[in-house]
């Protein structure tokens, strides 16, 4: 019981825009050397499950530094996120590999893109469900520059409340707003979700991260 309220408290707990947005300028730096090798594997199944077909228009959300720009080779790629510090260092990826594919890069509002409905054929958003203020909002937008039969590919970790790492979790959510990122459940995510839940895979280092797909019909 007492897990649960705890979970009910977390999921109530919004994230300041303003402090996630410095907390990334932050990291910009060190994100490659911390989050790269490590996180990987998923990135590399996020984005096969996106390019289902060749010649799609993906739109990555929370695209950071572009450490997966590379890995895009069927599809034409937009990449938003609310840091330009760590966009600074995809633009210069984007460059120094000669990504062609890569049609734009823009700070952006997840929760409130500024593109028209129905602009891609898949959204990918790597480790950004339990960093933005208000997950439904950004779930609601995506189903709207989702075509019809487009999918949202999420690569998150999902706070389960069972393990060490729960332990861990519990600890560091009242400094949400400094480490850039809060404890999300899948049941929360799905709850809030106007898409249709396809599939869930466990990847990454002992398989801690989630790779969920979801469908607009």
């Known amino acids: 019981m007492k897990i649960k309220v705890w979970a009910e408290e977390i999921a109530r707990r919004h994230l300041d825009p303003d402090a996630i947005r410095r907390t990334y300028d932050r990291y910009a730096r060190v994100y ?3 989050f790269g090798p490590i996180l990987n594997p998923g990135r590399r199944r996020a984005v096969v499950a996106a390019e ?3 010649g799609l228009r993906i739109l990555e959300v929370g695209v950071g530094t ?3 720009l590379p890995l895009y ?4 790629v937009v990449g938003i996120d609310v840091s330009d510090k760590m966009l600074e260092r995809a633009r210069r990826r984007v460059e120094r590999h000669g990504l062609t594919n890569v049609e734009d890069l823009q700070v952006m509002d997840a929760e409130a893109t500024a593109f028209p409905a129905q602009s891609f054929d898949s959204v990918v958003l790597m480790h950004v469900a339990s960093v933005v203020p208000h997950p439904d909002r ?4 995506m189903r709207r520059v989702l075509r019809p039969g487009g999918e949202a590919v999420v690569l998150n970790h999902f706070w389960t409340g069972r393990g060490p790492m729960a332990v861990i979790e519990r600890a560091l959510a009242p400094a949400s707003n400094t480490i850039g990122f ?3 459940s899948l049941d929360e995510l799905i709850s809030v979700t106007p898409l249709t839940f ?3 895979e466990r990847v990454n280092l002992f398989g801690y991260w989630s790779l969920v797909r979801f469908r607009r019909d």
């Open 32 to 34: 490659d050397g911390i």
């Open 52 to 54: 289902r077909a060749a």
């Open 66 to 68: 572009g450490l997966s």
């Open 73 to 76: 080779r069927r599809s034409r």
């Open 138 to 141: 950004l779930m609601l937008e």
């Open 182 to 184: 809060r404890p999300l």
């Open 198 to 200: 396809v599939s869930e």
